[in-house]
């Protein structure tokens, strides 16, 4: 946790398997997911979605939410009630969405109907919208649940810009994604970020970040005027493309 100036670190879990690491925050209150393997060393076979809340003010992470569902691939975002709302993969069928208030779970079925890796984050209203990738096209994808039930997908990028994503919605309703395409690891500028976002009047478009390392690691959150402010991890920065011009 970073706070006035410094970060502490503080052990929350062991365990075997911790992956789909993922964290938001919501009301000064934060909250992250791991998908955690507490039996099987090595394996990820019984892993699933544990959500954990930090107490503000003892600075303690305790478990408030844990799916019993075995997943390996899963994320989440907290509502404004503190409802947990969660997007998990299972070894059968399309990514499944689940909301708890940390007592229990309500299964609200099929996300949508894809086991393309899959993301969620909630609008100004709790509204859900799901990002994911077509794939092998590399392109990301936006689906929203219009007022009849009916899904409403968009595609992002018609361009191959993303092996990898993060996203999220700020208090205007307007979504904002950051997504990686992999090139050549060892290729320096074939290994690119992209910021993209939805203007209300001309739509999306899409622009480089950076250049770096194959490995992708992200976040976006919004600060208090609502523009977003991005993290990018596991990344050695090659060259920062400049941005475009007036």
Not at 38 to 58: C, E, F, L, W
Not at 62 to 79: K, L, P, R
Request: glycine share 10%; hydrophobic share 35%.
């Amino acid at each position: 946790t970073y706070d006035a100036g410094q970060w502490t670190d503080q052990l929350v879990e062991r365990a075997f398997s911790c992956g789909s690491p993922h964290a938001v925050e919501r009301a000064g209150i934060a909250y992250f997911m791991l998908d955690v393997d507490r039996v099987s060393p090595g394996s990820s076979s019984r892993a699933h979605p544990v959500i954990y809340k930090r107490d503000d003010a003892t600075g303690v992470w305790a478990t408030f939410a844990e799916h019993s569902n075995m997943t390996w691939i899963g994320n989440f975002d907290v509502d404004s009630a503190g409802r947990v709302h969660l997007v998990w993969l299972p070894s059968n069928r399309p990514f499944q969405y689940s909301i708890s208030n940390g007592s229990g779970w309500i299964e609200k079925g099929d996300a949508i109907p894809t086991r393309q890796l899959t993301e969620i984050a909630l609008g100004p209203n709790d509204e859900p919208y799901f990002a994911y990738d077509e794939w092998p096209a590399q392109k990301p994808h936006l689906v929203s649940i219009n007022r009849d039930g009916s899904l409403r997908d968009e595609v992002i990028s018609q361009r191959p810009i993303s092996n990898g994503f993060e996203f999220g919605v700020d208090p205007a309703g307007n979504p904002h994604l950051v997504s990686y395409k992999y090139g050549n690891s060892y290729t320096p500028g074939s290994n690119i970020y992209y910021y993209s976002h939805r203007d209300p009047l001309t739509g999306w478009s899409s622009q480089p970040l950076v250049t770096g390392w194959w490995q992708f690691g992200a976040s976006i959150v919004f600060d208090e005027c609502g523009l977003p402010v991005i993290g990018l991890s596991n990344v050695a920065l090659q060259t920062v493309v400049p941005p475009p011009g007036p």
